[in-house]
């Protein structure tokens, strides 16, 4: 599937008692080199490589392209479901020169482990029937998890302060140097309790963008006021995943550090920006799934927002609120889904979409109990007091399952 992005938001919900509705997104594709591989990389569909969302499923037909960044010395287990047991389908591994890497033949249900030996780079995988003529088998999965070197047990965060933030009330409207770093430890404190329980340990560094340094280069990103904005829409896709539109969140990530930084931890840390808030009403936080730490660009940092804009007020957010909504968002930036997908949303859904972690159990309500217009918090949905519940309340909990994921995720990140 498609790289996935995801939302924070608080929409159709009871705003004075803080909660706020959590979702999620996705689009784009991977990256390529030259030559054989950059026509196909290009627009090969991309594993996300956390094992909780398919890479494809379908009709087979003649062949599919994946693709997915492999690191030099890590390894990957592709696993394979079909309709059919005992269907053979080959893959074929190429490099980004077309160099060809590996080939292997997996009966249905199964799959193999792919180590990867040359540079780091990403690879295109052919996914086709053994036998030619058999073109009608159909995927029900096809997932990519991948084990590497780096360190799992921590990472950075490179924390922006954006612009202004009068009427905020909490630090004094962040308007000192001072000011912005008693805030900013102030949410890292909480999220670094809240990670606490999966082992991985958080650094962070804060920095401050003026509104004038960011209207230089990118004038859309600053509204009344000299308030940081945002954009972010969004809907459900065809994997009953909601995906959101993240043109405004890759703008802002034009502003992190490169991966030539000389400072190791800025040129690979997650680089998280506090906006003022999102122009869409109910948006709160952003990220992609998974993230890219290395470098800046597309992919490469999440935002939060101070300010939650609703029916269109401007309702600021404790340190606390916006504490957990980062530790969600770095949640989806490595590489968790929600516990619970409404389809084809919490409003009147039909189906409830489990996010494939064995440990995190599936919200079996579809009725709005409590007649707040959504199905979530407070009509007793299992798994409300995660983390990674849609909408946010008083959460503290990731799974040991989850904690895998994101561990899994940070080995194949250089950083």
Not at 70 to 79: C, M, R
Not at 384 to 397: D, L, P, R, V
């Given at each position: 599937m498609a790289r996935i992005r995801r939302t924070l938001v608080a929409g159709a919900v009871v705003v004075a008692s803080g909660w706020a509705i959590m979702a999620c997104g996705g689009g784009g594709s991977g990256?390529?080199?030259g030559g054989f591989g950059s026509l196909f990389i290009g627009s090969a569909v991309r594993a996300d490589l956390s094992g909780q969302q398919s890479v494809i499923t379908g009709d087979l037909g003649a062949a599919k392209t994946i693709t997915f960044p492999?690191?030099?010395?890590?390894?990957?287990?592709?696993?394979l479901q079909t309709s059919k047991s005992g269907e053979d389908v080959v893959f074929d591994v190429y490099g980004e020169s077309g160099a060809h890497l590996r080939s292997k033949t997996v009966t249905s249900h199964g799959g193999f482990l792919y180590r990867h030996e040359t540079k780091t780079q990403h690879v295109l995988v052919v996914v086709r029937p053994w036998n030619p003529f058999d073109t009608g088998i159909r995927v029900q999965s096809l997932t990519v998890t991948g084990v590497g070197p780096y360190a799992q047990d921590r990472f950075h965060v490179n924390f922006f302060v954006v612009g202004k933030f009068a009427g905020y009330g909490a630090h004094g409207d962040l308007v000192t140097q001072a000011q912005q770093g008693a805030f900013t430890d102030a949410v890292m404190a909480r999220v670094r309790q809240l990670f606490?329980?999966?082992g991985i340990q958080i650094s962070y560094e804060g920095f401050h963008y003026t509104a004038d340094q960011i209207r230089a280069v990118d004038p859309g990103l600053i509204g009344p006021d000299d308030q940081a904005i945002c954009s972010a829409g969004e809907w459900v896709g065809g994997t009953g995943v909601q995906q959101v539109a993240v043109d405004g969140l890759d703008r802002y990530a034009a502003f992190g550090f490169p991966a030539s930084a000389p400072t190791v931890n800025r040129a690979n840390g997650i680089d998280v920006f506090l906006v003022h808030h999102f122009t869409n009403d109910g948006t709160v936080g952003l990220s992609p799934r998974p993230g890219l730490m290395s470098g800046n660009g597309p992919d490469t940092a999440l935002a939060v927002g101070a300010f939650l804009q609703h029916q269109g007020a401007l309702i600021p957010r404790t340190p606390d609120q916006v504490a957990l909504v980062l530790a969600h968002e770095l949640g989806h930036f490595l590489g968790l889904v929600h516990t619970t997908t409404f389809d084809p949303s919490p409003v009147n859904p039909s189906r409830a979409i489990d996010d494939g972690i064995a440990d995190t159990p599936l919200c079996t309500v579809l009725t709005d109990n409590n007649g707040d217009g959504v199905v979530g918090l407070g009509d007793g949905c299992e798994d409300?007091?995660?983390?990674?519940?849609?909408?946010?309340?008083?959460?503290?909990?990731?799974?040991?399952?989850?904690?895998?994921?994101?561990?899994?995720?940070?080995?194949?990140q250089e950083h």
């Open positions: 990256g390529g080199g492999a690191i030099k010395g890590a390894t990957y287990s592709i696993q606490q329980q999966t409300e007091g995660n983390i990674m519940f849609y909408q946010a309340g008083a959460q503290t909990i990731f799974s040991p399952g989850q904690t895998s994921v994101m561990r899994a995720l940070l080995s194949i």
